[in-house]
């Protein structure tokens, strides 16, 4: 079956433009999480989205925001970027996002600021 | 949310038996104990999964001592392939997965 989806594979944005990332679940998973990824930071979670609606939420500020569609594909939008926004961005998707369930992830989007 | 130490990072020797500990002392009843290996530039993959005593699969064994404040994982022989980060996650219910910087294992021919 398909993995995870994540479109674009590579961004280059400019100070203080706003960008729109897209994750495209496993088929069938209703659970989607991103995360934020840089040296020396390891992976932080930014959110997670079960059945259109935000169910966690990591410690990020309010100009990084989700959704997610009824077919479970979600997005994550970052305004007014900052330099410090350069980073891998992953999502994972799961059936349910329970503890006890595999999580998958997509190759990512690298995103650069400059 | 239990909160979870690993090594920093970790160098072994091709063909050898490599043991990760995570300590999770404040590990919950409903936690699971989940291990993730991530190779540069790619998404996390899922390797193991266990919630107590031991757990075995094609990849790995994960042990987990009676009192479930530590697990290792156990990786049998490894290869230059296996040089990856690995995280050690300790999750109940639906809370946030949060991975941490990892134990970056760095394989020596």
């Known amino acids: 079956k398909a993995g995870v989806t994540q479109t674009p594979r590579y961004l280059i944005k400019t100070r203080g433009q706003q960008v729109t990332l897209s994750c495209s679940p496993i088929?069938?998973?209703?659970?989607v999480s991103w995360y934020q990824q840089t040296p020396g930071q390891g992976l932080q979670f930014l959110f997670e989205y079960f059945s259109e609606t935000q169910r966690n939420k990591g410690n990020f500020p309010g100009r990084f925001s989700g959704r997610q569609f009824s077919n479970s594909r979600s997005e994550m939008n970052v305004s007014t970027l900052e330099l410090g926004d350069s980073a891998l961005y992953l999502c994972a998707s799961s059936l349910d996002g329970s503890s006890n369930t595999e999580a998958f992830f997509g190759q990512g989007t690298r995103l650069t600021v400059v | 949310l239990a909160k979870t130490t690993q090594p920093i990072s970790m160098d072994s020797y091709e063909g050898q038996e490599v043991n990760i500990t995570c300590s999770h002392n404040n590990i919950a009843t409903n936690d699971y104990i989940t291990w993730y290996q991530q190779f540069p530039s790619q998404g996390p993959r899922f390797i193991i999964q266990?919630?107590?005593t031991k757990v075995t699969n094609e990849v790995a064994s994960l042990f987990i001592p009676a009192d479930r404040k530590s697990s290792t994982l156990s990786l049998p022989r490894v290869s230059l392939s296996d040089t990856a980060v690995y995280y050690c996650?300790?999750?109940?219910?639906?809370?946030?997965?949060?991975f941490g910087i990892g134990t970056k294992l760095q394989v020596i021919p």
């Open positions: 266990g919630y107590k």
């Open positions: 996650l300790v999750v109940g219910g639906y809370q946030k997965v949060t």
């Open positions: 088929s069938g998973h209703r659970s």
